[in-house]
Every structure is written in structure tokens, then in C-alpha cells.
């Protein structure tokens, strides 16, 4: 398997996965979770070439139909799943969220969408698996197995500010009657700190949100006491007057724990986009040239999961 840069000062977290030439990455805590299938794409095992190489599940820029297809086709396999039982989102940095069903199966890879503006979704069906994508942005994982539902969002910086990640837990409260404590989550691959550098209207929004979260300064100690991850800083001044590099990974862990989602039933990856160039596409590493990666999660309907909260 590739060799891969984690990020210092935090214990391993996401386990590469192979499913003949497809290497995929999943997280410890989802994959306890009984009925629960989940992965983050990597660039390995597709069919795509050039900037593109291999594993590149867009089709919005500029790589050859059939060649994201059948990527498509190899991530499904791989998953255990269908391009058929599969539905997307259509991503343009909102905090819009979306129910789907098993009707959608398809859209976004072999169907048309019919919709727009949609960075989060939502589904209490079994064998539908919805797909999420990324190049440094934050994929955000929902398990409630009490109720049997799932939620999979995009959170860029836009997103996480505008408080995405308990915007998600809200609608599965009102969709399935999810209550937060009983919420299993992951923060996965993305840019991290030491890579992202913002400017000061950037770090302001972020100021901002964290002064508006009630009981902040507390969540954050609570973080440092348990020493769960290694600091409590979202932003640090950058190499330059008027730079800061922000933390995505702590200001979403800020805001999942504010929604009332447990620390203990939050993981964090160890995996930054933009330090691994040649395994995850990085926006900002190729400065924009590349292809997309991919988050999966679905409820298996092969078998019965154990929905009772146990």
C-alpha cells in the first residue's frame, strides 16, 4: 500500500482498505458500527489519467465520461454496492441538506440530479449509499443506528462557519427523530492547519462563530482535559502580517460537540489532502488542477443491522 504522511502530534487513525487494485480509507469508529458500510476514495485504482490519475470521481472537470464511469463502477464494487444505489450531492458551499430515497439511486453518476445547491443528505433507506466529494474540503459522517439513519455532508470553510455540521444533526432530528447522544460521527481527510492559510476576513468569520458558540471556552477545555486532540487553537498567526492557518478538523470538533454529539462518539482523521498529493487530490497542492475524491456511506439491506441502540 502507498506510504502516507499523517499529521504530527495525533494518534493513527484512518486504516487503508484494498479491494483488488481500489485503495480506500475508513475510520475505526464507523466501522464498529454494525450495517454501517463507509469510505474515503484515494487516487489509487481508477482508470483516469494525467492530472487526473487514477481514482478521479468528477465530471466537471475535464476528464474523459466513460473513465469516471467506470471509476465510479470500481469504488461501488469495492464498497459492496451499485452505481445504480448510489445518489450524490451537488456541491456549491451552501448548508442546504437534502432527504433522499432509494427513488434517487443513480443520480449524480448514470441519472441526472434535478437538483442544485446541495452539500449535505440525508436517508433512513437501506442500500442507498450517498456520496459526498472533495479535494481539501471536510467530509462530515452521521451514524444514528437508534433510528437507522445516516447523514454525509461537504463542510469547505464556508460551510464549517456557517455551522454545517449542526445544521445536519438538526435535520436528522426533525427527519427521523435522532437525538444527539446517540450520534457516531467522523471528520475525515481534508486540509489541515499547518497547510491552510487564511486572510484576516476569513479568520475574523471564524472569531466570529466561536465567540456565538454557547459554552465554547468550556468544549475547549473539555478537549484540552482529555487531551483528545492536540491543541485547542483555531487559528494561529501565519508566516506573513494579515495570514492565519485555520484548523477545519477543531472548529468542526467545536461544532459537533456544541450540537450535543459526544466526544466519545467523534473521530477525527489524521490524514491532511494537501500533504499527500500523490495519494489524495489537494486543491490547493495542485492549485487546482486535479480531480476529485470521494466519501461513501450507506446501510447495508444484504443483512439485518442492529438498530436498538445497544
Not at 479491494?19 to 454494525?34: H, K, N, R
Not at 437525538?179 to 466570529?208: H, M, N, T, W
Not at 485555520?246 to 461544532?255: G, P
Not at 473521530?267 to 494537501?274: F, G, K, P, S
Amino acid at each position: 500500500m502507498e506510504q502516507i504522511i499523517r499529521a504530527s502530534g495525533r494518534k493513527q487513525v484512518m486504516r487503508q482498505q484494498e479491494a483488488g487494485q481500489v485503495e480506500y480509507l475508513t475510520f475505526p469508529l464507523l466501522s464498529a458500527q454494525p450495517g454501517i458500510t463507509h469510505g474515503f476514495s484515494t487516487r489509487k485504482g481508477g482508470v483516469s489519467r494525467d492530472i487526473y490519475a487514477s481514482m478521479n470521481l468528477s465530471f466537471t472537470r475535464g476528464d474523459e465520461e466513460e473513465r469516471v464511469q467506470e471509476n465510479f463502477r470500481r469504488m461501488a464494487a469495492a464498497l459492496g454496492t451499485e452505481v445504480g444505489h448510489m445518489v450524490c450531492t451537488f456541491q456549491t458551499h451552501t448548508t442546504n441538506i437534502r432527504q433522499v430515497f432509494s427513488s434517487d439511486g443513480g443520480k449524480g453518476i448514470i441519472r441526472e440530479r434535478g437538483y442544485t445547491d446541495v452539500d449535505g443528505l440525508v436517508t433512513n433507506e437501506k442500500g442507498l449509499c450517498l456520496v459526498c466529494f472533495f479535494a481539501d474540503c471536510v467530509p462530515l459522517y452521521f451514524v444514528d443506528r437508534r433510528n437507522g439513519a445516516i447523514g454525509l455532508a461537504h463542510a469547505g470553510w464556508r460551510g464549517t462557519v456557517a455551522g454545517m455540521g449542526g445544521r445536519m444533526v438538526r435535520r436528522m432530528e426533525r427527519e427521523f427523530g435522532t437525538r444527539p447522544e446517540d450520534l457516531i460521527a467522523a471528520i475525515g481527510p481534508s486540509i489541515c492547519r499547518d497547510c491552510y492559510e487564511v486572510s484576516e476576513e476569513v479568520a475574523e468569520q471564524f472569531r466570529k462563530m466561536e465567540e456565538e458558540i454557547p459554552g465554547s471556552p468550556g468544549l475547549l477545555a473539555e478537549l484540552e482535559a482529555q487531551r483528545a486532540y492536540p491543541h485547542t487553537q483555531i487559528l494561529k498567526p501565519g508566516k506573513e502580517e494579515g495570514k492565519y492557518q485555520l484548523d477545519l478538523w477543531l472548529a468542526n470538533l467545536l461544532v459537533l460537540r456544541a450540537a450535543g454529539i459526544p466526544l466519545s462518539h467523534i473521530q477525527v482523521t489524521d490524514l491532511c489532502t494537501c500533504c499527500n498529493p500523490g495519494y489524495l487530490f489537494s486543491h490547493r497542492a495542485s492549485q487546482g488542477k486535479r480531480g476529485n475524491l470521494a466519501a461513501f456511506l450507506m446501510m447495508r439491506d444484504q443483512e439485518e443491522a442492529d438498530f436498538d441502540g445497544s
